[in-house]
């Protein structure tokens, strides 16, 4: 059973405009919240991350958001740029150990 | 400073036959892991060591086996391959304790079993 999902398996936006990036978790003892990007062929890259006991974290045009009542995070790219297309993993971490999302697949239009 | 290298990048096997995905990393980290990704599926974790001599099972271990002698290496080991195991494999590595953005992942190897 999968603790970590991202139920949109894709997502297409024009350059300049905003991704958002959800996630959804459902154990409760993660302690950091992480955001992966992939490129075809090369390993996940980290990005962000966020601890369980924060609410926000900015990096950037990356910002990640995490709400611990609902269980749910979100990865926010301001301004999508085209460099930013590939796939993007949330990931959650307890005792070391990640579990990741099945991603989601950003394409960023010119 | 070369951080998780994996070899082979490519392999074919037949059902049945053994082999070994090898990951090394010259960062240190005390923290190894071996994931598979399989479409729709994201990272699942199949076996992890939180140092030399130390290993643990992970989501997936079924069919794979691994060893941690020194700091540098932990192998993946295929006793019979199997067709189910068709995946792409990564190794991660990371430092135990502080900042929890220190994992590094290799490049990958794309193992097909036929």
């Known amino acids: 059973d999968q603790q970590v999902k991202q139920n949109s398996p894709s997502l297409s936006v024009q350059e300049g405009r905003i991704s958002i990036l959800n996630c959804d978790y459902t154990?409760?003892?993660?302690?950091?919240f992480l955001w992966y990007k992939k490129y075809p062929a090369e390993g996940p890259t980290f990005l962000i991350s966020i601890s369980s006991i924060k609410d926000k974290n900015e990096d950037g045009r990356f910002t990640v958001f995490l709400n611990k009542s609902a269980k749910h995070l979100s990865l926010h790219i301001v301004p999508s740029q085209p460099g930013d297309s590939a796939v993007y993993f949330c990931a959650a971490i307890n005792d070391y150990k990640l579990s990741f999302g099945a991603g989601t697949t950003v394409t960023v239009r010119a | 400073n070369a951080g998780v290298t994996q070899t082979p990048k490519f392999q074919v096997l037949k059902t049945g036959q053994s082999m070994t995905l090898q990951c090394a990393q010259d960062?240190?980290?005390?923290?190894m892991s071996w994931y598979r990704q399989d479409p729709g599926m994201g990272l699942r974790l199949i076996h992890y060591?939180?140092?030399?001599?130390?290993?643990d099972q992970g989501e997936v271990p079924n069919g794979y086996n691994v060893s941690r002698s020194t700091t540098e290496d932990f192998p993946l080991r295929l006793l019979s391959a199997a067709p189910s195991q068709t995946s792409v494999y990564f190794c991660?590595?990371?430092?135990?304790?502080?900042?929890?953005?220190?994992?590094?992942f290799g490049s990958g190897t794309r193992l097909t079993v036929v």
């Open positions: 960062m240190n980290h005390e923290y």
């Open positions: 154990n409760s003892m993660f302690d950091y």
């Open positions: 991660a590595s990371s430092r135990l304790g502080g900042d929890h953005y220190g994992y590094t």
């Open positions: 060591s939180v140092g030399a001599g130390i290993t």
